[in-house]
């Protein structure tokens, strides 16, 4: 690997999910040339949700839409990792949304502004005790 490689949270929203974009998107991903390291379907709690939109707190309206939002159904999260994946995955999410989306709350993907602590939030690793 090389010193610009980087690994990023993609987070495909209970509307992508519900309308079954999961394939779809990770295929787009995968054809930009990211590696998809762990995946996993998740349901997001009220505490996870607003914490995640943490920065939109100035927009608490807006804010809560989100968190409702994201708490509506499950959502698929995505580890991935490529050379500069943190830009290329922000402009990959903006061609998905305009490609997928029905509405500004319900834009199928979101990728968080601090990567290395969500990731951590989201894939916290699993320890195993051996008898």
């Known amino acids: 690997m090389t ?4 690994e990023t949270l993609v987070l495909i929203k209970p509307d992508g999910v519900r309308r079954q974009l999961v394939g779809e998107i990770i295929s787009r991903f995968e054809r930009k040339g990211f590696i998809l390291y762990e995946a996993r379907v998740l349901w997001v709690k009220t ?3 607003e914490e995640f939109y943490t ?15 994201l708490i509506s159904g499950p959502s698929f ?28 709350i319900e834009n199928v993907v979101e ?21």
């Open 3 to 6: 010193k610009d490689w980087q």
């Open 47 to 49: 505490e996870q949700a």
């Open 55 to 69: 920065a939109l707190a100035h927009q608490p309206a807006y804010q809560q839409q989100l968190v409702n939002h």
């Open 77 to 104: 999260a995505l580890k991935l990792g490529r050379q500069f994946a943190i830009p290329e995955a922000n402009s990959l999410i903006e061609l998905i949304r305009r490609d997928l989306a029905t509405s500004e």
């Open 111 to 131: 990728i968080p502004q601090q990567v290395t602590e969500t990731l951590t939030f989201f894939f916290r690793p699993i320890i195993y005790a051996l008898d």
